[in-house]
């Protein structure tokens, strides 16, 4: 019994033609008529084999395949299916076709299991209508009140409470997630890097991922002439900016597992004759390992303070977020990789740099993550793609992992 990697192709191409922007990469937002339209494809295959559909707090999905024993704790997989503006086919896609595609042959091959199966779509992972990043998975998991949802707006000012509604997503079940009636969960999912790649490697396995510290700062000097003022009696903000983005460059790149990022600047007044009076700017610091990651957080913090001294600007530092590292499960990790081995698949063992929902599951219960190549390292993009083959070596190692937790 192994994957069928033409009909996994079928499913993404289906998927992917609900799509708000043709011809400039995919556009998918939660709750809108492409996302509808792709759920409902699902739901339609998902009819085919029988599953037990429920709608679930706040809009995620469930589709249910009973197993021997009624009440044992489910076995999980899946991913998502929103997207970011003209982003890629195959982000969320690929856990999302790879479990439906287990659970296809899971029914059509009778195979008996213990524990109930669930497939699983989470809402708005990617956070590009509502902001928030893994919303789904956090307000099934009690970390999001359904009254916060009338408060989360997108940017047309429609609350998340009333887009799902007029989707026409009743959730049936509000019940939380809970950690006693979930045994595993696995997501498989795309690397959105170059390190699989690079090292010729279809299958990479999650053992951490990062957690991120996202800072905002504002350094201020005094705006003035372009020319009349000279360079000697000047507090250019924009100066004393790019001493800090190179500090960040070198500071980030001092352990050699910490990645550190400026990903935004804006430059007041900016203008062409005007030196500059104030700058913002995003830092974006992540590590696998908690303490490194805030060793590098002051670090970063001390080298802002003694460039704004040396450079007479005052600046203001604020914390947006900041996730602890999390730990996916050694026993899941293990499974994954005794499967892959035994179908004959090299495996690397590996940290993710970007969050998923299983960070948010991995509280509750053991989860673990299979990893796919993506071509030159790119995702959030129309040129991100996966090999159709290494999609179906994911779908075959999910395939067996599941048998073996869920018998
Ligand atoms: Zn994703």
Redesign the pocket.
């Known amino acids: 019994m192994k994957a069928d990697a033409k009909r996994i192709e079928r499913d993404i191409e289906e998927i992917n033609k609900f799509n708000l922007t043709p011809g400039s990469g995919i556009t998918r937002l939660t709750f809108t008529k492409e996302y509808m339209g792709a759920l409902n494809y699902i739901l339609g295959e998902l009819e085919k084999i029988g599953a037990e559909v429920q709608i679930m707090r706040g809009g995620n999905i469930r589709a249910r395949f009973q197993g021997l024993e009624k009440n044992a704790p489910s076995v999980m997989i899946g ?2 299916i929103d997207s970011v503006f003209q982003g890629g086919m195959y ?2 896609i690929v856990g999302t076709v790879t479990s439906l595609e287990v659970v296809r042959l899971i029914y059509e091959n009778k195979i008996p299991h213990k524990n109930p199966i669930d497939f699983v779509i989470f809402v708005e ?2 956070g590009s209508r509502f902001s928030t990043v893994l919303l789904g998975s956090r307000i099934w998991a009690g970390k999001v009140s359904n009254e916060d949802l009338s408060k989360i707006l997108d940017k047309e000012g429609t609350s998340y409470l009333d887009a799902m509604k007029k989707s026409g997503l009743i959730p049936k079940d509000e019940g939380l997630l809970e950690g006693n009636k979930i045994k595993a969960m696995i997501e498989p ?2 690397e959105q890097s170059l390190v699989l790649e690079s090292k010729g490697l279809s299958i990479g396995i999650v053992e951490v991922i990062a957690g991120i510290k996202q800072l905002e700062l504002t350094i201020e000097g005094v705006s003035n002439h372009a020319g009349a003022t000279p360079m000697n009696l000047r507090n250019d903000a924009l100066c004393g900016a790019a001493e800090i983005i190179l500090n960040v460059e070198r500071i980030g790149s001092k352990k050699g597992t910490s990645v550190a990022t400026v990903g935004f600047v804006e430059v007041i007044p900016g203008k062409t004759n005007i030196i500059p009076g104030k700058v913002k700017m995003t830092l974006d610091i992540r590590d696998k390992d908690d303490a490194v990651l805030n060793e590098i957080a002051d670090s970063i913090m001390e080298s802002i303070e003694s460039t704004c001294k040396n450079r007479q600007l005052k600046f203001n530092i604020k914390q947006v977020s900041y996730t602890k590292p999390v730990l996916l499960s050694k026993k899941i990790a293990k499974t994954i990789e005794d499967t892959a081995k035994k179908q004959g698949i090299k495996t690397l063992r590996m940290v993710s740099g ?1 969050v ?1 929902d299983s960070s948010i599951i991995a509280e509750f219960t053991d989860v673990g993550m299979i990893f796919v190549p993506s071509k030159n390292g790119r995702s959030h993009c129309p040129e991100e793609y996966t090999d159709i083959k290494d999609i179906e070596i994911a779908a075959n190692i999910l395939l067996d992992s599941v048998i073996d937790l869920s018998k």
């Open positions: 991913s998502h982000d969320g992972e990617d999912h795309i970007a998923h």
